[in-house]
Structures are given as C-alpha cells and as structure tokens.
C-alpha cells in the first residue's frame, strides 16, 4: 500500500497480446499470459489489458515521484481495462504533454515494441535504409515514426487501402503487399523488422544487406535455434524477440512524441462496456494504429 499509487484510468488501450492471451491462439500465448493451477483453461488475471493513462487518485507514503492529480501513462502485466488500477512508481511515467489521454493510452507497448525492436535488436542507424512489415499496425505506425527519428530511411510494407496513411507518419517510400512482394523487388535493407510477423528469415535473407538484420516478433524455440545457427553461418542475423515492459524506454518514446516527432494513429475508440467488440475487431488483424478503449 505505501509504495502503490492509485490511478484513474480514462483510456486504455488494446494490443495483439491481450487477444493472443484471451483466445490461446497461438497457445504459447496462453502459457506465457495463464497459469498451471487453472492447467492454462483461461487467463491468469481476469482483467485482460496492459496499457492505460489516467490521473492520480491517491499515493503511499513511499510515493516520492508522483502526487495527487498528476496526469500519467503506463503499462502492467494485466487489468488495464478497467476504471481503476493500482500500480508501482516503475509501472508509470507522466503523461505526455501534448497527447490527450487516449492518445497516450496508445503509445507504452507498442512504443517500448517499436524501439526495442529497432534500437536495442535491430541497431538502427541514420541514414541506413529500414524496411517496416506491417506498418499500419498498432506497432508498425510508431516503428515507421521512430525509425524516422532515428534519420533512417524507411520503406513501409502495408495493404493498398493503408498507403496514404503510412506516408502521412513519414515512411520514405510504400510497398503494397496485396500487389507486391518486398521480398522480390530486388531491394536490399540493412534493417528489415517484420513487425506482423507475416515473412521469415528465409524469404527476406536475399533482401537484407551483407551485415543486414532480420528482427520478427515471431517467438518460439524454431526462431531461437535459426537465430543461433544464422549467427555461426552469415554474417547476416536474424532476431526474434518479445519485447519487455520497460519505464525507460516509454519515456524515450515521451521524449520523442514531446519532440513533435511520433504521434498515435488512433482507428477505433470503444467504450469500455464494449470491450469484446474491441476484441473482435483487433482479432481479425486489420487495425490501422491502435483500438482504444473509454472508460
Ligand atoms: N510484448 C510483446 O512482445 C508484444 C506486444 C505487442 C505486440 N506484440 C506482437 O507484435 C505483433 C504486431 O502487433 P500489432 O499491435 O502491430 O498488431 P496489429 O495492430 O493487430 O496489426 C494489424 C496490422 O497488420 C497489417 N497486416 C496484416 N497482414 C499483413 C501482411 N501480410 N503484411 C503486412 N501487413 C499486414 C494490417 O494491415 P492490413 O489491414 O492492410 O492488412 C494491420 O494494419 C503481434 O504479433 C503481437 O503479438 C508483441
């Protein structure tokens, strides 16, 4: 109790994750996201949700970072989507200042994802050339931004009804994946983040630079072996990985939405007593940006 602070949550928003976890599709979804005395039958928490921002409505007496009224933004393992929910001082950071509170409930996932997946496993550099897959997506849309800010120059894999949208967050250049396939365009990237985890290392090796990096959010023990074997037979690398929370790295997203140069692509708002439609919608894998939840 002294070291939780109490906040009002005013948005939420929705990943990928919280449908993977809820409809153990994959099932590794479900037992990373359940539980062994349940024997992984359902979600480990019963809240489902990660993301949120809200006001501060009370903090322990630990509490020296944060007062009463402040205006936050976070993520927790689970139980977001709610109107209420207690949190640590690592668990939230103030809320940027120019974003209202479903715009910022939109950023610390995919935010921390998209950075991750670029700066810490993908080692970006200005001025290489970075192919995003799935770029209109909830985690596509801040990789596109945040690669910009990086000085890269991007090219944005996307459908033809999302084009527009993907060069209006900044993308260099777009490849309409319904018409072509940017792995036989003859390109080569030093950076390819497949971000919908909709190609493989096998496919993109011919597209990838001489010391070229491969990152996927696919996960699972065929990625890790390829991963290693790669490493001691190309100079190129594949890298999958599952990003972690991380207060840190949601504070250099902040800095970056402050600096006007990332913004949230909001598609859908839904309320929160709709949160199964919400579900539906996102499960189907066409969000453009992110899905929004109102309390
Ligand atoms: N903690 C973690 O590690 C973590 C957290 C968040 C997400 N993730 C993972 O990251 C992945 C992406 O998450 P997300 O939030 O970006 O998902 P998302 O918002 O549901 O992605 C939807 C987007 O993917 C695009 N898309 C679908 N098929 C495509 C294809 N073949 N090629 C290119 N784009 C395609 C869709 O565009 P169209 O409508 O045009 O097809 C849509 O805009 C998920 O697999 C998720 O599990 C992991």
């Known amino acids: 109790m ?12 929705m990943n990928a994750v919280d449908w993977h976890i809820r409809s153990a599709t ?9 539980s062994a005395k349940t024997l992984f039958m359902k979600p480990r928490f019963p809240i489902l949700g990660a993301d949120f921002a809200g006001k501060i409505e009370s903090v322990g007496q630990n509490i020296e970072q944060f007062k009463i009224d402040d205006e936050v933004f976070g993520t927790v393992k689970a139980g ?21 509170f479903e715009q910022a409930a939109a950023v610390p996932t995919c935010g921390f994802m998209a950075l991750q997946g670029l700066m810490d496993k993908g080692n970006i550099k200005s001025k290489q050339r970075v192919l ?14 945040i690669a ?8 944005g894999v996307c459908s033809t009804r999302n084009l527009e949208l993907v060069i209006s967050i900044g993308a260099d250049e777009v490849i309409d994946y319904t018409k072509e396939d940017f792995t036989r365009k003859g390109e080569s990237y030093d950076l390819i983040f497949d971000v919908v985890a909709k190609s493989s290392f096998s496919k993109c090796k011919s597209s990838l630079k001489p010391e070229g990096i491969y990152v996927t959010t696919v996960f699972g023990l065929r990625p890790i072996l390829r991963k290693f074997w790669t490493s001691m037979t190309s100079s190129k690398k594949t ?44 499960e189907k894998g066409h969000a453009r940006g992110k899905v929004i939840i109102t309390m």
Do not use: W
């Not at 995003?132 to 931004?145: E, K, L, M, R, Y």
């Open 2 to 13: 002294e070291d939780d602070i109490l906040v009002k949550i005013h948005a939420s928003s």
């Open 26 to 34: 994959p099932f590794m979804a479900r037992l990373m996201g359940g």
């Open 80 to 100: 977001s989507h709610a109107e209420y929910i207690c949190v640590s001082e690592k668990d939230v950071a103030l809320k940027p200042v120019n974003m209202t």
């Open 132 to 145: 995003i897959n799935g770029a209109s997506g909830g985690v596509g849309t801040f990789a596109v931004q």
């Open 148 to 155: 910009k800010s990086f000085g890269a120059y991007v090219t």
């Open 239 to 282: 890298i999958p990985y599952f990003g972690k929370p991380n207060k840190e790295d949601v504070i250099l997203v902040r800095d970056l939405i402050e600096a006007g140069k990332v913004k949230s692509v909001i598609d859908r708002v839904y309320p929160l007593k709709e949160v199964a439609e919400a579900h539906r919608y996102m």
